[in-house]
T-cell receptor, first 114, second 113 residues
């Protein structure tokens, strides 16, 4: 199994600023993903974080708004850029070995944009 | 397009009562199916998964789920609910070839003492 931690656990930010969320896994994982969970809604995949290359974004999400880095097999960051109140959500990262082995999820980062 | 539907947004049961949470999926091939639980302030925890084989799957915490291909369903059950089961439950389908999950909208379970 893998244990995933995220920093920060929560933040309140001003409109127009950016926030970088860190995701740390306690073991090497092949796949890492970033999800958004808007209030009262389900998880929506933002992107697949690829080690050493550009992330793969889902429809509706773009790199300029959500730049992602993954420098190694245990760490990734998601930046929410030029934030607006509509970006207020919980952001979760997950990791796993690929195939349909279990994905492990971090506890999430609760973001509020004023 | 692949999709997952959880028809019940909220369910309330009494402690000790049985529970069934519904999940229907739309998928063109044999699906990979999952149930996750999210407790307040916690990350998602895998309860059980179905890839192939026996259509009745046992999971952690006394949960089980049954895959019914003819009904495109993967309902989660527990014979006797405990107060600690109060949480939000998500059904998910794995997208073949991409290893991405598509989540349902979740069912929030409330347990009455």
């Amino acid at each position: 199994s893998a244990v995933i931690s995220q920093k920060p656990s929560r933040d309140i930010c001003q409109r127009g600023t950016s926030l970088t969320i860190q995701c740390q896994v306690d073991s090497q994982v092949t796949m890492m993903f970033w999800y958004r969970q808007q209030p009262g809604q389900s998880l929506t995949l933002i992107a697949t974080a690829n080690q050493g290359s550009e992330a793969t974004y889902e429809s509706g999400f773009v790199i300029d708004k959500f730049p992602i880095s993954r420098p190694n097999l245990t760490f990734s960051t998601l930046t929410v850029s030029n934030m607006s109140p509509e970006d207020s959500s919980i952001y979760l990262c997950s990791g796993g070995q690929g195939g349909f082995d279990e994905q492990f999820f971090g506890p999430g980062t609760r973001l509020t944009v004023l | 397009a692949q999709s997952v539907t959880q028809p019940d947004i909220h369910i309330t049961v009494s402690e000790g009562a049985s529970l069934e949470l519904r999940c229907n999926y739309s998928y063109g091939a044999t699906p990979y199916l999952f149930w996750y639980v999210q407790s307040p302030g916690q990350g998602l925890q895998l309860l059980l998964k179905y890839f192939s084989g026996d259509t009745l799957v046992q999971g952690i915490k006394g949960f089980e789920a049954e895959f019914k291909r003819s009904q495109s369903s993967f309902n989660l059950r527990k014979p006797s609910v405990h107060w600690s089961d109060a949480a939000e439950y998500f059904c998910a389908v794995g997208a073949s070839g991409t290893y991405k999950y598509i989540f349902g909208t979740g069912t929030r379970l409330k347990v009455l003492a």
